[in-house]
Structures are given as C-alpha cells and as structure tokens.
C-alpha cells in the first residue's frame, strides 16, 4: 500500500519526557517525531481550553500543523479521581494553578485525599492521542484521527518509586503492588493509558 503519511510527524509538546515515551513505543513504526523545540522553538505555548481530552488532544494538533504546515499529533491526558468527581481531570497538569509543576500537583491531590479510604481512592489515567493532516482531504479539507487509553488504578497515600513523572509515583497498581513510578518501561508502555493509545496509533501508522 502506498504510504499516505508523511515519515516525519511534529508532536505537539515541549516535554521531553513525553516524547522519550513517544519515540521508545514507536521505534518501529518507522516515523520520525519531531518536538515542537525541534521545528518552531520560538513557538507560543499552545493553548488547552477545551473541556475533554479529545478536545484539547485535537485543538494542540491542529494549532501544531498549522505552525509547521505539516502533519501533527497531540495528546491529552490526565488523571481522574472518583473520590474527586473526576478531579483533576483535563486540568491534571496545572491542578495547583501552575502548569506542569509535578510535586505541587501532587502534593495537593494527596491533601485533598487526606482522611478517604483505599477502597474509596479509585482512579484512573486517562489518554487521547490526536493525528492531524491539513493537507490530506477527508471531504472537509483536512483529516483528523484519534486514538484513546485508559490505565485503571488507585491514588496511594503517598509518593513511591522513582521512574516515570507527573502522578505516576502515587498511582498504584493493586494487581501489581507496585505504583506505576516502580514499574519498568517497558511494563508502562503496555499497560499505561498513553502506552495504550499509542498501540492503536502505532497499529495505523503500520496499517497506513
């Protein structure tokens, strides 16, 4: 079959870490991801002002293409607490006002938990992949994809393990015993609500 995507794709962030995970779960998908430091380092932050995953997944992948005039993908994620009412939700990254700024995200979830149950700390990280191409038509003039995952889990009374960022230290894994911040790579990037999106991703990439 002809390849109808381009070998290079821009990804919508900044976060290095992100696109490590990116570029290991992808390695033989045979593209190239580039970051946005990569191609537009003088770049304005992209905005996510949507109220779902989808929303902000597909709002940051179209702002990218359109910078790059090139095909762009975008995720959104975050971590849903029961106990929360869905809290932080697509507000994850910038739960304690600033955004990206892990420990104080933390820290505030565990205060807001302080008092509740194990069997009540219920949660899950959830995840949505967004594929863009301004120039390949769909009918609209453009086409867009997504790809979603889900990683279920419960919030833990307090940080353990090193790996991983953002929540991931106080995200526990019962069938496991283990928080996904004590779990190898390779065991996030098949379990893991990114690591899911990007299977169904890398399966269209192959398939394309």
């Known amino acids: 079959m002809t390849r109808v995507l381009p070998h290079r794709i821009v990804v919508a962030s900044r976060n290095e870490h992100k696109l490590r995970e990116l570029r290991r779960m992808l390695v033989d998908a045979d593209v190239e991801l580039l970051g946005l430091d990569d191609v537009a380092p003088e770049a304005p932050e992209l905005t996510e002002e949507e109220e779902t995953f989808r929303g902000n997944a597909l709002s940051k992948a179209y702002q990218a293409a359109a910078l790059v005039g090139a095909v762009a993908m975008a995720d959104d994620s975050g971590l849903e607490v029961d106990a929360l009412d869905g809290a932080p939700g697509v507000r994850s990254a910038r739960f304690a006002g600033g955004h990206g700024d892990a420990a104080a995200n933390t820290a505030l979830l565990l205060e807001k938990l302080q008092g509740v149950a194990d069997e009540d700390r219920t949660a899950r990280f959830r995840c949505v992949i967004a594929l863009v191409d301004p120039k390949r038509d769909d009918g609209t003039g453009q086409f ?17 393990g090193s790996g991983g960022f953002g929540y991931d230290p106080v995200f526990f894994l019962p069938e496991r015993g283990l928080t996904v911040a004590e779990i190898s790579d390779a065991d996030k990037d098949e379990i893991s609500h990114r690591g899911r999106a990007v299977a169904k991703l890398r399966a269209f990439l192959l398939e394309e």
């Open 144 to 160: 867009e994809i997504t790809f979603d995952g889900t990683c279920e889990g419960r919030i833990a009374h307090e940080p353990r």
